[in-house]
């Protein structure tokens, strides 16, 4: 299992801007699939843009061309910049690491968008 520590989240204004930022327990060459998952009150956890090993990247609809997945390799950690945030981003966000068959989750961080 993926050991995952996330830190960014906050209270923001509409238009605003946020970065989330993953730290892996181990080196990110070594796990399939990585990336970030949200959850809005009372909806199901979603996604949001992850990568592959191979660096191939999935991103929602609702977030493209706002929404920013990057990596450090060498410090193991994954990003989520998110730009012209709206109300509707609002939720808990959730680093995600699929490695060895096995599902990995952080704890969360909450990003609130309000003015």
């Known amino acids: 299992q993926v050991q995952l520590v996330e830190s960014g989240g906050g209270l923001v204004q509409p238009g605003g801007s946020l970065r989330l930022s993953c730290a892996a327990s181990r080196s990110i060459f070594s796990i399939d699939l990585m990336g970030w998952y949200r959850q809005q009150p009372a909806k199901e956890r979603e996604l949001v843009a992850t990568f592959t090993r191979s660096r191939v990247t999935n991103t929602a609809d609702s977030v493209k061309g706002r929404f920013t997945i990057s990596r450090d390799n060498a410090k193991n950690t994954v990003y989520l910049q998110m730009n012209s945030l709206k109300p509707e981003d609002t939720a808990v966000y959730y680093c995600?690491?699929?490695?060895?068959?096995?599902?990995?989750w952080g704890q969360g961080t909450q990003v609130t968008v309000s003015s």
């Open positions: 995600y690491a699929r490695a060895s068959y096995t599902d990995s």
